[in-house]
């Protein structure tokens, strides 16, 4: 099953960039919250593998051409 294949896969990269962030003495605050999004992203990689393993995912809606926006220039503060 590729949903399998890729929950090992997945969790082995996050275990790494764990050990990573470990290694670069990164607070455990930053970390915590760069590892909840890469569990996240893990978890939305896994559940569309097992989605497209089941064939459950709608056919792409086409994409509606968008209209150009004039560009103004950014202020910024000094």
């Keep these: 099953m590729a949903a399998d294949r890729t929950a090992r896969n997945?969790?082995?990269?996050?275990?790494?960039l764990a050990a990573a962030l470990r290694a670069a003495g990164v607070s455990p605050e930053r970390s915590a919250?760069?590892?909840?999004?890469?569990?996240?992203?893990?978890?939305?990689?896994?559940?569309?593998?097992?989605?497209?393993?089941?064939?459950?995912?709608?056919?792409?809606?086409?994409v509606a051409e968008a209209a150009i926006v004039e560009q103004q220039p950014i202020r910024l503060a000094a």
């Design 10 to 16: 997945v969790a082995q990269r996050v275990d790494a």
């Design 33 to 62: 919250g760069l590892l909840a999004s890469a569990a996240t992203a893990a978890m939305n990689a896994v559940m569309l593998d097992a989605l497209l393993e089941e064939g459950q995912v709608a056919a792409p809606a086409p």
